[in-house]
């Protein structure tokens, strides 16, 4: 079996990033570990091997600051008529399941992911997407990590295409850009023409629950179908997300398309 990263680097992105989206890396040395230890037990260097003491990291990051699981109480305080789920009390069987990766990479900046888009691409693979499959939607916009423009730029998921998703009976979907609809200044630019509700794929999860992958990246190594998606996300208590460690698992006699 192969295991296919498709999670992106967590590390400090405050060069990059904006203001309201960055995230902080501390690495604290084994130099500074052995003065840790001093502080907490009265050893001096002598006692520990190498006269080093252990690494560490401290994170500073929104829940949402890399590749992450949505849950529905990200989208609003209720869904499907009853209190939406937070991050820890998502089913754990929905994020592990077989999976297909969409290629719509062919789609330009701002350009829509519709219904339609959907459907072709099962018609022209004679594939139908089935209840319970981690869909998968791969722009291409993985390719601008390490630009501000990865927060800014990409194609978006209609809430057509995400109501045919989740009529379907599919719990969780995933994109390779910043967000599911989206930038927030094509969102912005939408509502104010009257081209569209803002944030509005996200607000179909109020009606019918469903979770969403972010910031995922690498999904061009991915075949149309013939893998299995495990997305298990932090638990954080009451949360709205969970970063989350997404990996594809190929079966035997299977292949990463690229490396």
Same mark, same amino acid.
């Given at each position: 079996?192969?295991?296919?990263?498709?999670?992106?680097?967590?590390?400090?992105?405050?060069?990059?990033?904006?203001?309201?989206?960055?995230?902080?890396?501390?690495?604290?040395?084994?130099?500074?570990?052995?003065?840790?230890?001093?502080?907490? *037990?009265? $050893? +001096?260097? !002598?006692?520990?091997?190498?006269?080093?003491?252990? %690494?560490?990291?401290?994170?500073?990051?929104? =829940? #949402?600051?890399?590749?992450?699981?949505?849950?529905?109480?990200?989208?609003?305080?209720?869904?499907?008529?009853?209190?939406?789920?937070?991050?820890?009390?998502?089913?754990?069987?929905?994020?592990?399941?077989?999976?297909?990766?969409?290629?719509?990479?062919?789609?330009?900046?701002?350009?829509?992911?519709?219904?339609?888009?959907?459907?072709?691409?099962?018609?022209?693979?004679?594939?139908?997407?089935?209840?319970?499959?981690?869909?998968?939607?791969?722009?291409?916009?993985?390719?601008?990590?390490?630009?501000?423009?990865?927060?800014?730029?990409?194609?978006?998921?209609?809430?057509?295409?995400? *109501?045919? $998703? +989740?009529? !379907?009976?599919?719990?969780?979907?995933?994109?390779? %850009?910043?967000?599911?609809?989206?930038?927030? =200044? #094509?969102?912005?630019?939408?509502?104010?023409?009257?081209?569209?509700?803002?944030?509005?794929?996200?607000?179909?999860?109020?009606?019918?629950?469903?979770?969403?992958?972010?910031?995922?990246?690498?999904?061009?190594?991915?075949?149309?179908?013939?893998?299995?998606?495990?997305?298990?996300?932090?638990?954080?208590?009451?949360?709205?997300?969970?970063?989350?460690?997404?990996?594809?698992?190929?079966?035997?006699?299977?292949?990463?398309?690229?490396?």
């Amino acid at each position: 079996m192969e295991i296919l990263d498709l999670s992106a680097p967590l590390d400090s992105d405050t060069a990059w990033a904006p203001w309201w989206a960055r995230t902080r890396v501390k690495r604290q040395g084994h130099r500074f570990g052995a003065l840790t230890v001093f502080l907490l *037990t009265g $050893l +001096t260097p !002598r006692f520990l091997r190498r006269r080093l003491g252990w %690494a560490n990291d401290t994170l500073s990051l929104s =829940s #949402h600051g890399t590749t992450h699981l949505d849950a529905p109480w990200h989208y609003a305080p209720d869904a499907g008529g009853k209190r939406a789920m937070t991050i820890d009390e998502v089913p754990l069987s929905w994020c592990f399941s077989p999976g297909v990766c969409l290629d719509m990479s062919h789609k330009e900046d701002g350009e829509a992911i519709t219904e339609a888009d959907i459907t072709a691409w099962e018609e022209a693979r004679g594939i139908t997407i089935a209840a319970g499959t981690i869909v998968l939607i791969r722009t291409g916009m993985d390719r601008l990590l390490g630009d501000p423009a990865y927060f800014t730029a990409g194609p978006w998921v209609t809430r057509g295409a995400t *109501t045919l $998703l +989740t009529k !379907r009976g599919v719990n969780i979907t995933g994109i390779d %850009a910043w967000g599911w609809d989206g930038p927030l =200044s #094509h969102m912005a630019r939408r509502a104010k023409t009257g081209k569209g509700e803002f944030w509005e794929s996200h607000y179909q999860g109020a009606e019918t629950p469903y979770c969403h992958l972010e910031r995922l990246a690498g999904l061009h190594r991915l075949p149309d179908q013939g893998f299995t998606v495990c997305c298990f996300p932090l638990k954080v208590k009451g949360g709205s997300a969970g970063p989350s460690r997404v990996v594809a698992l190929m079966p035997d006699g299977e292949e990463g398309l690229l490396p």
